[in-house]
């Protein structure tokens, strides 16, 4: 190209190529009162931070929760902790102080750590799905396929792999110039609304966008789907009602998080793609579905879950020790 050609490009590719330098992020549209519901994203925050903590604090304190099964609950309960910091600081700064502009880089941030974590949630239970899986349909070898090994392993690759496709998928964005509206109806920088406001060719989006549909939420729920259907006919072979409850409570607080995660993300995508989805609901839908399962998570763990439970009486026990030694001391002092 001559120097003349070449500057004519530059020029061209400038004009057609525009990258905004904020995005401005719309939420609720028309609704009165929402700040109440901000109020109340507050208190799940807090307490999503306070019960997340107790149950890594426990897992980590009591070395009988030093097992596979429990690495898989310790990566979760990370996960929720790690999702609602990446989320419900920023949407309450943005909506109660009334931030809603967002710098073009932070919205990418933004958007690869709350659908990273997102999607980690949703292999994570799949993985405990598995674990369930192993112990009711081959109990007598658990604990050579389910080893610290290979737990640790398969949760390292899940992160790897993720990893690699929120990059990717939120790389691509980087192609599109947006030209026209900047408002993101949304409650964050989430990828679909974000790239249907491009004004050249986001194809490659798009498919980006179904993949990870498939592979965050399709694919797993498969997959939690055909270990539960094994489980049921294992559990059907079983003579004894009282065992066959025994097995099927060990699975009890793990059908109700993945119905509680799987359900209303399901919900609004499909919602989203058959219909005309009122954007006031997708978001109520989408918000509650990031936000709830991670409160609800450790609650679930702490409360359901005979080892966590007894785990946690031993660490009262040992405290309440430790204190009237204490009181001992200082008496005989």
Same mark, same amino acid.
């Given at each position: 190209l001559s120097s003349t050609n070449f500057s004519f490009l530059q020029v061209v590719l400038n004009i057609t190529f525009v =990258? $905004?330098?904020?995005?401005?992020?719309?939420? +609720?549209?028309?609704?009165?009162?929402?700040?109440? +519901?901000? /109020? @109340?994203?507050? @208190? /799940?925050? /807090?307490?999503?931070? %306070?019960? &997340?903590?107790?149950?890594?604090? /426990? %897992?980590? !304190?009591? =070395?009988? !929760?030093?097992?596979?099964?429990?690495?898989?609950?310790?990566? #979760? *309960?990370?996960?929720?902790?790690?999702g609602s910091t990446a989320l419900i600081p920023k949407l309450l700064d943005t909506f109660l102080f009334d931030r809603r502009s967002i710098l073009y880089e932070a919205c990418l941030s933004n958007m690869f750590f709350v659908m990273f974590f997102g999607s980690l949630q949703s292999w994570t239970l799949t993985c405990m799905a598995y674990d369930r899986f192993v112990a009711i349909c081959f109990p007598l070898r658990y604990h050579s396929i389910v080893s610290k090994r290979s737990v640790a392993v398969i949760l390292l690759c899940m992160w790897l792999a993720l990893i690699a496709l929120w990059s990717s998928t939120v790389g691509l964005l980087n192609r599109l110039s947006f030209c026209g509206s900047l408002e993101v109806q949304s409650f964050y920088c989430d990828h679909g609304p974000i790239f249907q406001l491009a004004c050249n060719d986001n194809s490659i989006n798009d498919i980006m966008a179904y993949v990870a549909f498939l592979l965050v939420l399709c694919i797993p729920l498969i997959l939690i789907g055909i270990t539960y259907a094994c489980i049921a006919i294992a559990l059907s072979r079983i003579v004894s009602t009282a065992e066959r409850l025994k097995a099927l409570k060990?699975?009890?607080?793990? %059908?109700?998080? *993945?119905?509680?995660? @799987?359900? $209303? !993300?399901?919900?609004? &995508?499909?919602?989203?793609?058959?219909?005309? #989805? &009122? $954007?006031?609901? =997708?978001?109520?839908?989408?918000?509650?579905?990031?936000?709830?399962? *991670? #409160? !609800?998570? $450790?609650?679930?763990?702490? @409360?359901?879950?005979?080892?966590? #439970?007894?785990?946690?009486?031993?660490?009262? =026990?040992r405290n309440q020790l430790g204190i009237q030694n204490s009181k001992r001391k200082v008496l005989r002092s």
């Open positions: =990258r $905004p330098e904020k995005f401005y992020i719309s939420g +609720f549209s028309n609704i009165p009162h929402t700040q109440y +519901f901000y /109020v @109340f994203l507050c @208190f /799940v925050y /807090v307490m999503t931070v %306070i019960g &997340n903590v107790f149950l890594l604090s /426990v %897992i980590c !304190l009591v =070395r009988t !929760l030093h097992s596979p099964k429990y690495m898989i609950v310790f990566n #979760l *309960a990370l996960i929720d902790l790690c060990t699975c009890s607080s793990h %059908i109700i998080l *993945a119905a509680t995660f @799987f359900i $209303p !993300l399901l919900f609004t &995508n499909i919602s989203a793609v058959v219909s005309s #989805l &009122n $954007p006031n609901t =997708r978001i109520i839908n989408s918000c509650l579905a990031h936000t709830i399962p *991670a #409160l !609800l998570n $450790p609650i679930v763990y702490s @409360f359901k879950t005979e080892d966590v #439970l007894n785990a946690i009486k031993k660490l009262f =026990r």
